[in-house]
């Protein structure tokens, strides 16, 4: 064997500290040359920014929301012989005074996060700047989540992973880095949870005990190591503490909470047409069709083909008549064409970016030869939202943004040395690279909010960084059709979920491939829980649509599409917690049960909203299932089945069933089923009650589903409180907020799981009648809408 060889280590660390001055919630730590500057943003958030010569850059990222401000918080501080200690009412930091570690404990001294090395640096010759890492220690049984989009499992203990926003078409299991970059992670030990919110835009890293099993460390390829902590213990409340950091997803239409259908490509305008109809025939709730890069003349931006698509409103205006919303694509490659306005505006504009030696960035995309908007520019995403002028005249309402990781055909992406504004900063690709998609997402959402301003746009993308909940929706990019992808894009989006992009979704059926009926069937069920839920393929080998694979799997399909429509309230709900306080949508086990180590390794079941659970079935012959259900009570949503839980169970899922289970005591409001949003007036709201031994509060929220009106107090809020005992189910109705005047006049009561035999029911005191259903102990009846209680016996 060879003798391991000596390497030098260039690797420098801070010396000791020498002085500290604090200005307001901000304290300043100098020693030799280097320099810490600490704010405490409220009691849970602390932010750490290290220099190792001293000056720090313009305070500025992409990644924070522009008006996330420091709370008013108690903080107290002290100079120990060893320590600078700060503390809040939710954590004590502790800075040593001869390296500049950092640790974070609790009051009781029970470590959170604590420096292993700490802050490090190390000079980057080529290119004159620094490698920044910082490194902590793994404490005992440390779990990490989070990251964004990996594609490996929930836990990213003894991994090393890379962020750099890469096209990855048919990306595996463990390919990394791919699409997105979302440089923030959770760790979590002793059940108690933190967050790190590593805010640098270059090439990162992240190492969680793949190099030493003791040590988690994360470094870039130049920047500042500036990061941010974020105190739990909840792993909820490190999300949604996050999300106050990084911002939520505003209020989507409702009917981007609808099915979305699509194909690479769909065209002449014909064959939409046609796509549109077959929806409405076969009677499938459809309210969107994606319309892939084949509209464009030439893959030229903001141009129709002429004569695939002769007349672009007439089509629009046909399809709004049917109730689909197309959704065209758009890509940053602008060709390089003296005929093409886009090309001359952009040129005329200055708005494309520019080599170091100032000579235009080129490179082929589907076009041909394209130059690139520079979308860091704060005049280029205003003329680049500007360019949506005719497609928002015509009614187009949502955008898909692709190709912006940004990828350019042979050599990837853009050349390092490509110039970027960065809001002011004049940065190089190595900076600009991980937020271009997301600032191109940004300058198309705020394009279309401002020339359809009563409007609320959807904009989908497949790059971005953190913070890009703020202006898209994402899906996770070209998979495949295969098992393992399905399972993939539940890892996928529940990963993303809990890193503060909620609402997300994959490719169902796969993007490359042929799936077979079962794994569609398959696909769609997990698909209906995913905030966004659209069938795409690349049209490679055969079509997709739910009728190719047979009536069996239409009619599955069909169930399915149709029970989205019908929790679309309860959805949409779940939607209004993330976006007013960054809740995700999607709850990995160990979200909804912390105490319960046992959900930490499981990545099959999660949580939809409050109150759903399901086990997605991601293989080709399983007709049933072993899974988890965490603590509580759970009733099976087909056949009502009462399970207790914090054990394992076996549920049967033949093709046509989802392992789908309520909450006990839960209240879970359902529409009836329409073939698109605002197809019918919504006479009546359904409300499932689930009986509960015990007591749990349930949220309806709604708003008029489009517009901005839902800003300015034209919302409901209602509670709904079910307290039940062997005997009895007492329901209260809580208005907590009625700005808004809901279509339905009445509501159809289900009363689910009683384990007694009513004989007495009341509403607001009068004796009411039921109708006893032929399910078991299930009673329905009609009531005007704003009763406020309900006892049964
Ligand atoms: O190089 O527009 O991920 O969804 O259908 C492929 C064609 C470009 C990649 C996207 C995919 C889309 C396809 N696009």
Not at 27 to 55: H, M, V, W
Not at 316 to 334: C, N, Q, R, T
Not at 368 to 386: A, L
Not at 669 to 686: R, S, T
Request: hydrophobic share 35%; charged share 25%; glycine share 8%.
């Amino acid at each position: 064997m060879q003798e391991p060889i000596e390497v030098e280590n260039f690797k420098k660390h801070p010396g000791a500290v020498s002085k500290v001055t604090r200005r307001e919630n901000k304290f300043f730590f100098f020693c030799k040359q280097e320099a810490l500057e600490l704010s405490i943003f409220s009691a849970y958030i602390i932010r750490l920014r290290f220099s190792a010569n001293g000056s720090f850059d313009r305070d500025f990222s992409y990644a924070v929301r522009p008006n996330f401000i420091p709370q008013e918080t108690e903080i107290a501080f002290e100079e120990n012989a060893e320590t600078y200690v700060i503390r809040t009412i939710a954590v004590v930091c502790k800075i040593v005074k001869e390296n500049l570690k950092v640790h974070f404990h609790t009051e009781a001294g029970l470590p959170i996060l604590e420096d292993d090395t700490g802050f490090h640096w190390e000079t980057n010759r080529q290119l004159n700047g620094n490698y920044v890492y910082c490194s902590k220690k793994i404490q005992e049984g440390e779990y990490y989540f989070g990251l964004g989009d990996k594609t490996t499992e929930l836990n990213l203990r003894g991994k090393r992973l890379q962020n750099w926003s890469s096209d990855k078409y048919g990306f595996e299991k463990e390919t990394d880095p791919i699409y997105r970059d979302i440089p923030f992670y959770l760790g979590l030990h002793d059940k108690r949870a933190y967050g790190v919110l590593f805010d640098n835009s270059y090439r990162k890293f992240f190492d969680f005990g793949y190099e030493d099993e003791t040590v988690a460390s994360f470094w870039a390829d130049g920047g500042e190591l500036s990061y941010y902590f974020i105190q739990g213990p909840e792993l909820v409340k490190v999300v949604e503490r996050y999300a106050d950091i990084a911002g939520t997803h505003e209020m989507p239409p409702l009917w981007a909470l609808g099915y979305h259908q699509s194909k690479w490509s769909y065209y002449p305008d014909s064959k939409v047409l046609e796509v549109a109809n077959e929806f409405r025939t076969r009677k499938i709730p459809c309210d969107s069709i994606h319309i892939d890069i084949d509209y464009m003349d030439g893959f030229r931006c903001f141009t129709w083909d002429k004569e695939r698509f002769p007349d672009p409103k007439a089509m629009v205006e046909k399809l709004h008549a049917m109730g689909i919303k197309p959704i065209p694509i758009i890509d940053p490659g602008i060709k390089v064409d003296d005929d093409y306005h886009v090309y001359h505006q952009g040129v005329a504009g200055n708005h494309f970016c520019r080599r170091s030696e100032g000579e235009l960035m080129k490179g082929d995309v589907w076009p041909g030869n394209c130059c690139f908007p520079d979308f860091t520019k704060p005049e280029v995403r205003k003329w680049w939202g500007s360019l949506f002028k005719e497609l928002a005249e015509i009614g187009i309402q949502g955008i898909w943004n692709d190709m912006n990781e940004p990828t350019v055909f042979g050599n990837v992406t853009f050349y390092d040395d490509v110039r970027h504004d960065y809001d002011g900063d004049n940065a190089s690709h190595r900076k600009a690279h991980n937020v271009y998609g997301m600032q191109m997402a940004r300058a198309s959402f705020e394009g279309m909010k401002s020339l359809r301003p009563d409007k609320r746009p959807f904009c989908l993308t497949r790059a971005g960084f953190a913070g890009v909940q703020r202006y898209s929706a994402v899906w996770t990019g070209d998979n495949i059709a295969s098992w393992e992808h399905l399972w993939l894009a539940s890892v996928q989006c529940q990963r993303l979920a809990m890193s503060g992009v909620s609402f997300v979704g994959s490719d169902v059926g796969g993007f490359i491939g042929e799936p077979n009926g079962n794994l569609l069937a398959r696909w769609i069920q997990l698909g209906i829980f995913h905030p966004f839920l659209r069938s795409h393929s690349s049209g490679d080998r055969g079509d997709k649509e739910p009728w190719v694979f047979g009536e069996k799997i239409e009619k599955i399909i069909r169930k399915y599409v149709e029970l989205r429509y019908k929790l679309l309230p309860y959805i949409y709900t779940a939607f209004w917690q993330h976006s007013t306080f960054g809740t995700p949508i999607l709850r990995p086990l160990s979200f909804m049960s912390q105490e319960d180590p046992e959900t930490y390794f499981r990545m099959d079941e999660f949580g939809f909203g409050d109150n759903l659970l399901l086990c997605p079935i991601s293989q080709p012959h399983e007709n049933g299932k072993w899974m988890y259900l965490p603590k509580g009570n759970w009733f099976h949503y087909w056949d009502e089945a009462y399970y207790e839980g914090g054990i394992e169970i076996w549920t049967d899922a033949p093709l046509d069933t989802l392992p789908l289970f309520v909450k006990a005591g839960s209240v879970i409001p359902h529409y009836p089923v329409q073939q698109y949003v605002g197809e019918k007036k919504i006479e009546v709201l359904a409300l499932h009650v689930y009986h509960v031994e015990g007591e749990l509060t349930s949220t309806l929220y709604e708003d008029a589903g489009e517009g901005y009106g839902y800003q300015h107090g034209q919302y409901n809020i209602i509670k709904f409180e079910v307290k039940g005992t062997k005997k009895s189910l007492h329901l209260r109705r809580i208005v907590e907020a009625l700005g808004y005047e809901s279509e339905y006049s009445s509501c159809e009561v289900f009363l689910h799981g009683l384990p007694f035999t009513a004989t007495k029911a009341l509403v607001d005191n009068e004796k009411i009648e039921m109708k006893y259903t032929k399910r078991s102990y299930m009673f329905r009846f009609s009531w005007k809408k704003d009763f406020q209680e309900i006892y049964v016996s």
